[in-house]
């Protein structure tokens, strides 16, 4: 079992920068892959950002390459994503998603825990 909790959310105006992090507990953290997703009133989740058990293969989403960055802190079982150059599309609540694949959560299949969510509001 692998419970997340996410924060780091909040409001920001439209170029500026969020970081969010995703606290895990459970033995097996490590040996998960860590991914990002968001998710906008009427629209279905969609995935943000996604990397590896070992860190070496990491995926993002076209509309957030270059400007997000995905991380973990494997011994403070942390997760973070690095949002920079925020704009008004951006807003949505974010959530913290682990798998043992972590080409599932790029293709936004399989099982997965999740966490709560966090809200991110770009304002323009």
């Known amino acids: 079992q692998v419970q997340l909790v996410e924060s780091g959310g909040g409001l920001v105006q439209a170029g500026g920068s969020l970081r969010l992090s995703c606290a895990a507990s459970?033995?097996?953290?490590?040996?998960?892959?860590m991914g990002w997703f968001r998710q906008t009133p009427g629209k279905e989740r969609e995935f943000v950002a996604a990397?590896?058990?070992?860190?070496?293969?990491?995926y993002y989403a076209d509309s957030v390459k270059g400007r997000f960055t995905i991380s973990r802190d494997k011994s403070q079982n942390t997760g973070y994503l690095q949002m920079n150059s925020l704009k008004p599309e951006d807003t949505a609540v974010y959530y913290c998603?682990?798998?043992?694949?972590?080409?599932?959560?790029?293709?936004?299949?399989?099982?997965?825990?999740w966490g709560q969510g966090t809200q991110v509001t770009v304002s323009s």
């Open positions: 998603a682990a798998s043992t694949s972590v080409v599932d959560l790029r293709e936004n299949s399989g099982s997965r825990y």
């Open positions: 990397i590896s058990w070992s860190g070496y293969r990491i």
């Open positions: 459970g033995r097996t953290f490590g040996s998960y892959a």
